[in-house]
């Protein structure tokens, strides 16, 4: 079964400070990880995929399979930034696009 | 494009009662999917559909049901509603059933029951 973990519900940061928030995920098979976000007001919306592997936004995310985990970063985070972020999972393999999400994590970044 | 829209915004039933909710995706997009998010947690997988077949089940019960259009558009029903199904419906639409084609999501329907 495939699942997703966000441990932290809620992260609040000061601007400028680093930013780490956690993903860990469980599935047999190779994986294909995405990071999401949705701003205020806005629609969910992809903000960058492991396979990509570029940075966004600022935004970094490494596939540690090792640890089934895939963190999202930024070195010093933006009051832009404030959004609730959503990691999921695909089951890889091209052809099968069910993504499995966590239940989120709200950031909040301070002044 | 306006890109996925969806309708109506919100909605409020009374238990027991039919919805049907409605999704048309971006312009050339063949594959629409069904997502249910309810208060508190991330969207959970209902449906996919391609080229007006259905390519994926979440773990949902048979009261949920869908269809796609010959337009690409899409429709989800759900019968018997239950004040657990209470949340917000969400739609994406992406180019193909690939996963290198990203995933765009509509803004989604409210549904409430009563």
């Known amino acids: 079964a495939q699942r997703v973990t966000q441990p932290e519900k809620l992260l609040s940061v000061f601007k400028g400070a680093p930013v780490e928030l956690k993903c860990n995920y469980s599935y047999s098979g190779s994986p294909e990880l995405f990071w999401y976000v949705q701003y205020s007001r806005q629609r969910l919306q992809l903000l960058l995929r492991h396979i990509s592997r570029e940075s966004i936004k600022g935004f970094t995310a490494d596939l540690n399979k090792g640890e089934t985990s895939f963190h999202l970063k930024k070195p010093f985070a933006q009051e832009e930034d404030s959004a609730m972020y959503y990691c999921a999972l695909s089951g890889g393999g091209g052809s099968n696009y069910k993504l499995t999400f966590g239940k989120g994590t709200l950031l909040t970044v301070n002044p | 494009d306006a890109g996925v829209t969806q309708s109506p915004t919100h909605l409020i039933k009374t238990r027991g009662q039919h919805v049907t909710l409605r999704c048309s995706p971006i312009s050339g997009h063949k594959s629409v999917s069904w997502y249910q998010q309810v208060l508190g947690q991330g969207p959970q997988f209902i449906f996919q559909y391609y080229e007006k077949e259905e390519r994926g089940r979440g773990n949902f019960p048979d009261r949920f049901s869908a269809r796609q259009f010959p337009n690409y558009s899409s429709e989800l029903n759900v019968n018997a509603l239950l004040l657990g199904d209470s949340a917000l419906y969400l739609c994406?639409?992406?180019?193909?059933?690939?996963?290198?084609?990203?995933?765009?999501f509509g803004p989604g329907t409210r549904l409430t029951v009563l």
């Open positions: 994406a639409s992406s180019a193909s059933t690939f996963s290198y084609n990203e995933q765009f």
